[in-house]
């Protein structure tokens, strides 16, 4: 049965959406969208479910995932509806929803809550950290307070809390989604096909490059390393060579001094394409590039600069390594790192960092939906 919720665009604006209610309905969004297929209006579609209050259908469609946030229908939009804000403000609602504690819902909603709920994990972090030096005095006097093994399992519950609160995420997206899918239809894409193509996208950009062609994009014409794609693709791909590089190095324990160990090559190089690819996106941010890039949300921006923290402070580390110097500023700089790096991974479930699970598996049900 289809239940309107009358409150349903009260709540998305909370999330960041503007005024999509002031849309009527022209359809030049979805003329100028390269994602807009031949029987999706995409993305006007998206936005009338919206201005419904059609809660249920926005949640298990696929769509708001297909968008990449490059920004053309908000420039052409006559009302100044802002779509592509609309869209990126359904995957936080969307996000929050999936995942069932609640606290992604308050980081999203409230920028005070996500500054308290960041600094509380930063500061539990570093004193976790303390801990892993049991000799060091902020480390004894931490344990006079709270025995080792409390602290030690407290890590552990937060860390299952993240990773169970994800699985619990993805799975709900996907009954959703498997609830919406055309029963009667066949699929002309396989399974593996269609996992297939998720990893082929995540490898090329190739829709995200659509968007960068388009005729009337802000983008077209510009080298490609400056591109919206490349950017995305630098700081994907940056950030997985680097979780590859500290696995590698956790595991076969490189020394840490070489930087011409193969792990520290790989990570040298990650690190080097996350800093490009987040100065970019930060930069296109600051410098308000296109009406896209005005408007950006407090999760966003914490997001990128914690990527981009986390890659100048390796750096720092690694080169003090090498040149054997250790100070009390390095030190810093070395909890500086881990906390942060740690919160990215700690928050990943309730964060915006969520999209790198939740968009591959909406375009493997995308592809799946090929009929
Ligand atoms: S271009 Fe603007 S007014 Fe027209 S359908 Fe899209 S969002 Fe609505
Ligand atoms: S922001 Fe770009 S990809 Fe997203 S709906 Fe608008 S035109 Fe399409």
Known sequence: ???????????????????????????????????????????????????????????????????????????????????????????????????????????????????????????????????????????????????????????????????????????????????????????????????????????TMDRYKDCDAEEDSHWRGIAWYKQPWFVHWSIMWGFIGLLAATSIDFMFKDPASNILYPSRILGTMAGLLMIFGTSQAINYRWEKVTLIYSETSPADWTFLWFLWIAGITGFWLEVSVAFGANNIINQFVLLAHTVISMELVLLFAFSKFAHAFYRPLALFFHYRNQV
């Open 1 to 203: 049965m289809t239940k309107i919720d009358p409150h349903f665009a009260d709540e998305l604006k909370k999330y960041g959406a503007k005024d999509f209610d002031a849309c009527f309905n022209c359809g030049n969004c979805s003329a100028v969208c390269s994602h807009s297929e031949k029987n999706v209006s995409f993305p006007r579609l998206t936005v009338r479910l919206g201005v419904l209050g059609l809660k249920k259908e926005i949640l298990s469609s696929v769509e708001p995932w297909l968008c990449y946030s490059c920004g053309d229908c908000t420039e052409t939009c006559p009302r100044q509806a802002g779509p592509g804000q609309y869209l990126a403000a359904v995957r936080r609602y969307a996000i929050s929803e999936y995942e069932p504690t609640g606290l992604t819902k308050l980081m999203f909603k409230s920028p005070p809550a996500f500054v308290a709920v960041t600094m509380l994990v930063a500061v539990f972090l570093g004193f976790f950290l303390f801990t892993l030096k049991p000799e060091h005095e902020v480390a004894r006097w931490i344990f006079n307070w709270l025995p080792y093994e409390v602290i030690h399992n407290m890590g552990l519950v937060i860390f299952s809390f993240t990773g169970l609160s994800m699985v619990w995420g993805v799975l709900s997206m996907s009954i959703r989604f498997n609830r919406n899918r055309k029963k009667d239809a066949k699929s002309t894409v396989g399974f593996f096909k269609a996992l297939w193509m998720v990893l082929s996208e995540a490898g």
